[in-house]
């Protein structure tokens, strides 16, 4: 099968594999070359695929998205995803993204009360002159 994983900015991932495991809202499933035809809403979770070239097994972190199944190809849509070539590593990357986000989100919510304070200061001037 071809599985593909696809962001909003970019193409992830395109390999051959033999398996893929992931995790919908209803439960974890297993697609293999001859299953069925299958689209479902990815849960934020863990995908794994086994590679078709040296059985390797190989995780990615999903921030929920959707997987179709057709045919051969096995595509991917997700907001947000990072490759690890094994849990403990994927957790660390995992671990620190999330760091950069939260300081990130931070900044915006600092930014955003600031903008909020000013309009509200500015619209009781308004009130008070009119």
Not at 2 to 26: G, H, R
Not at 35 to 60: C, N
Not at 73 to 88: H, M
Request: proline letters at 2%.
């Amino acid at each position: 099968m071809q599985l593909k994983v696809l962001l909003p900015t970019q193409v992830l991932l395109s390999e051959e594999v033999i398996k893929v495991v992931a995790e919908a809202q209803n439960g974890s499933f297993c697609l293999l070359p001859r299953h069925i035809d299958f689209v479902t809403a990815l849960a934020s979770g863990i995908l794994s695929y086994e590679r078709a070239k040296g059985g390797k097994e190989i995780f990615i972190a999903v921030d929920g998205g959707v997987l179709v199944k057709e045919g051969e190809t096995v595509s991917v849509s997700t907001r947000n995803a990072i490759r690890g070539p094994d849990l403990g590593t994927l957790k660390k990357t995992i671990e620190e993204k999330f760091k950069v986000l939260d300081d990130r989100e931070k900044t915006a919510r600092t930014a955003a009360a600031k903008i909020e304070a000013v309009f509200v200061r500015r619209f009781l001037e308004i009130q008070k002159g009119a």
